[in-house]
């Protein structure tokens, strides 16, 4: 089965640097990987997609990568805020379009 | 409103006892999912509706859950005989099948409760 492994171990990071956060995933690599956010008791938002043929999509300060040699992508927040806090989730997508996601990594920002 | 609305947003109930929830899609979508998750973990794949048909069901989706999509419209998924195993966020997405980069929307997801 197709599975995706993301750090369950929160990161916390100091306001201004760069929080990097890591999705691995197994099998076969898919043909997208989304990232999205959530912040508690509410549904997550889509952040960024990334294809396998790219290797990099940024937006704002969000910038995504995508190895298919090591299986794994990188989300990357540059500039990090407090506001930046909440638990992201990779995602992959499998036929029909529904996801398969990682179990999330939260992250803090401290002021 | 253009998002994602579920309803109840909290349900507490009995073990033992039927629950239903509700979810309406944005409006022009024709795909309509549903998710479970619990504390500390991603999203699970439930089920998930093209339209009205109900084209894919996640094992995880025991003969005590149904799920519902008259008309091709709102979505309403029934847990009957609840267990505590059953307590977990509950949520529904929504997206329009346009082409292979389709993000999922989602509602704000309704918490069960099961004591």
């Known amino acids: 089965s197709q599975k995706i492994e993301q750090n369950s171990e929160a990161l916390n990071i100091q306001e201004g640097k760069t929080a990097t956060l890591t999705c691995n995933y197994t099998n076969y690599s898919p043909a997208y990987l989304q990232w999205y956010r959530q912040d508690p008791g509410r549904g997550p938002v889509f952040l960024l997609l990334?294809?396998?043929?790219?290797k990099e999509k940024r937006k704002e300060r969000l910038k995504v990568t995508f190895d298919t040699t090591l299986k794994q992508s990188l989300f990357h927040i540059t500039a990090s805020q407090p506001a930046d806090s909440a638990t992201y989730l990779c995602a992959r997508r499998n036929a029909g379009n529904m996801l398969t996601f990682g179990g999330g990594t939260r992250l803090m920002v401290k002021p | 409103d253009t998002g994602v609305s579920q309803d109840p947003r909290h349900k507490i109930t009995k073990r033992g006892q039927n629950v239903t929830f509700r979810c309406d899609p944005i409006s022009e979508h024709n795909r309509l999912y549903w998710y479970r998750q619990t504390l500390g973990q991603g999203p699970e794949f439930l089920t998930y509706?093209?339209?009205?048909?109900?084209?894919?069901k996640s094992r995880l989706l025991s003969d005590r859950f149904s799920a519902e999509r008259p008309k091709g419209s709102f979505s309403t998924l029934e847990i009957q005989r609840t267990e505590q195993g059953d307590s977990a966020m509950y949520l529904c997405a929504s997206s329009f099948l346009r082409d292979k980069n389709t993000e999922a929307f989602f509602g704000q997801g309704t918490r069960l409760t099961v004591v």
């Open positions: 509706f093209q339209n009205e048909a109900q084209l894919e």
């Open positions: 990334i294809r396998e043929n790219e």
